[in-house]
T-cell receptor, first 115, second 113 residues
Framework: ETGVTQSPTHLIKTRGQQVTLRCSSQ?????VSWYQQALGQGPQFIFQ???????GRGNFPPRFSGLQFPNYSSELNVNALELDDSALYLC??????????????FGSGTQLSVL | RKEVEQDPGPFNVPEGATVAFNCTYS??????FFWYRQDCRKEPKLLMS???SGNEDGRFTAQLNRASQYISLLIRDSKLSDSATYLC??????????????FGKGTKLSVIP
């Protein structure tokens, strides 16, 4: 077990709805990254939060947004859901985002289905 | 062109076989490289880091060739429990002091009794 927990494990939404996914980072980790993994694809970087600030973003539209809280847990919010948003959403935590030895520890993910 | 490319497989090999996976990356500024293992619809788990000098962890050997932008993973004496998808990963700078992992699509391995 990595100590990174995500909730919920599964979620079904309809097009146009909004969703919030949650992640608790491993103890001692101040950095959280979010990835989207569509079926048959590798995970794609959405964004990263370090000490409550977004400090890196992948090629995702603004309707993907996030938060990090003082305890370093994090939320991923997606507005105006589209069918293509159906995917496994993975959260990863780490403790040293600038180090070349940085290692990410992934949670077990939230499987989102948009109907 | 995808930033990290892998042969998706599947590779179906008998127990005890040796199997090799290859991967290429397009961003020459990538700084670190890894192999992750992912079981069906579960989270990726770090298998090993990859260094230019080559590194070995038990039955697993990884190699990086920066000149060719090529990464490999060799698995010797395959076990049934090695059946999984193997993800090739490059880590590069994404701005504002952060780094991101760029994953390949993964190579599926099935080890057959």
């Amino acid at each position: 077990e990595t100590g990174v927990t995500q909730s919920p494990t599964h979620l079904i939404k309809t097009r146009g709805q909004q969703v919030t996914l949650r992640c608790s980072s491993q103890s001692g980790h101040n950095t959280v990254s979010w990835y989207q993994q569509a079926l048959g694809q590798g995970p794609q970087f959405i964004f990263q939060y370090y000490r409550e600030e977004e400090n890196g973003r992948g090629n995702f539209p603004p309707r993907f947004s996030g938060l990090q809280f003082p305890n370093y847990s994090s939320e991923l919010n997606v507005n105006a859901l589209e069918l293509d948003d159906s995917a496994l959403y993975l959260c990863a935590s780490s403790s040293d985002p600038g180090s070349t030895n940085e290692k990410l520890f992934f949670g077990s993910g939230t499987q989102l289905s948009v109907l | 062109r995808k930033e990290v490319e892998q042969d998706p497989g599947p590779f179906n090999v008998p127990e005890g076989a040796t199997v090799a996976f290859n991967c290429t990356y397009s961003n020459s500024a990538s700084q670190s490289f890894f192999w992750y293992r992912q079981d069906c619809r579960k989270e990726p788990k770090l298998l090993m880091s990859v260094y230019s000098s080559g590194n070995e962890d038990g039955r697993f050997t990884a190699q990086l060739n920066r000149a060719s932008q090529y990464i490999s993973l060799l698995i010797r004496d395959s076990k049934l429990s090695d059946s999984a998808t193997y993800l090739c990963v490059a880590r590069g700078y994404s701005g504002a002091g952060s780094y991101q992992l760029t994953f390949g699509k993964g190579t599926k391995l099935s080890v057959i009794p």
